[in-house]
């Protein structure tokens, strides 16, 4: 049975200094669309702020944007040699005085309508509070938009496939249904899935306490124990019926951040990793410390699941270049 067919927008800046990055995102592309059948949407979000002159873009600057935004557009992608008859022309949202969150808007509402699977983008993973309150359009589209979101740092070398995919997960309902989008792009890649829970260390006695206590703890957390491997074993099944591989690591350690301890097993199987965005307020503050922090110290793509709406599952119209 053949695989569906794989849409992508590409969020690119074909201006942008850093080439690198841009490419970046493009390598990873294909590999995640290796031996598929894919169709590419790259987009250009541009705001000029008009400080003097009439408001708006003039049609005939907006041609010269587009016209001069495909010509640098074709010469990010000459070396990746894409598949021409997958990959569409560059759509160009260019407007004055859009806010960065409107622009976002703008790419999510284009990328549920065409039925995109993801939007794939660069992020300079810059660190410090300049970056963290100036934002960018990546953590600003990881954070409003709720289509997958594909993040790819320019410090990752290109592989033909990524023949690994790195699930941390906390067994929730959301990232089980997280888990099953992971399991059709692994099983078109060939790609091993590992499951990685970070056990919490709340449940861990760090001081000599009394022998009731202490057995008390030692009870609770062989529970915990019990239930992870449990869930574990169920979803270990539910991605062999998908005829995906699956292993797992329970990180029992004491010490150490969630972040830690998937930015250290992602070192010993490079690959990519899958994350799962919570939603409301859960997301807000997932996204401000574990999401973000491997986005900013990751140098393999990461990829942010949804848990999807029954919407997003029907076939939208494709969007028309501009």
């Not at 690119?12 to 592309?29: H, M």
């Amino acid at each position: 049975m053949a695989s569906p067919e794989k849409k992508i927008i590409w969020a690119v800046d074909p201006f942008a200094e850093e080439k690198t990055l841009q490419r970046s995102v493009g390598w990873a592309i294909k590999s995640i669309t290796a031996g598929q059948l894919a169709t590419i949407q790259p987009v250009y979000f541009f705001s000029a702020y008009i400080m003097d002159g009439p408001p708006g873009i003039s049609d005939e600057l907006f041609s010269e944007i587009k016209a001069a935004g495909q010509k640098a557009f074709d010469r990010i992608v000459k070396p990746i040699k894409l598949n021409p008859d997958g990959l569409r022309p560059l759509h160009v949202i260019a407007e004055s005085n859009i806010p960065l969150r409107e622009g976002v808007d703008r790419v999510t509402h284009m990328a549920k309508e065409w039925g995109a699977d993801m939007v794939a983008t660069g992020t300079r993973a810059r660190k410090g509070l300049k970056h963290l309150w100036l934002g960018s359009f990546a953590e600003t589209l990881v954070l409003y938009s709720d289509v997958p979101i594909f993040l790819v740092n320019p410090r990752w070398r290109k592989s033909s496939a990524l023949k690994h995919i790195l699930f941390p997960t906390d067994f929730s309902e959301e990232s089980r249904e997280a888990f099953h989008q992971v399991l059709p792009l692994a099983g078109s890649l060939g790609a091993k899935v590992t499951l990685l829970h970070k056990m919490s260390s709340g449940w861990i006695p760090v001081v000599d306490v009394a022998e009731s206590v202490n057995t008390l703890y030692n009870d609770v957390f062989k529970k915990q124990i019990d239930w992870v491997q449990s869930r574990i074993t169920q979803w270990e099944q539910e991605a062999k019926s998908a005829g995906v591989v699956v292993d797992s690591v329970m990180d029992r350690r004491p010490s150490g951040s969630i972040v830690d301890s998937i930015l250290a097993h992602a070192k010993r199987r490079p690959g990519m990793i899958a994350m799962t965005a919570h939603s409301g307020f859960a997301k807000t503050v997932l996204l401000g410390s574990t999401t973000r922090k491997v986005l900013r110290s990751s140098p393999y793509p990461v990829w942010i699941l949804h848990p999807r709406p029954k919407a997003a599952e029907q076939a939208g119209t494709t969007p028309k270049a501009a």
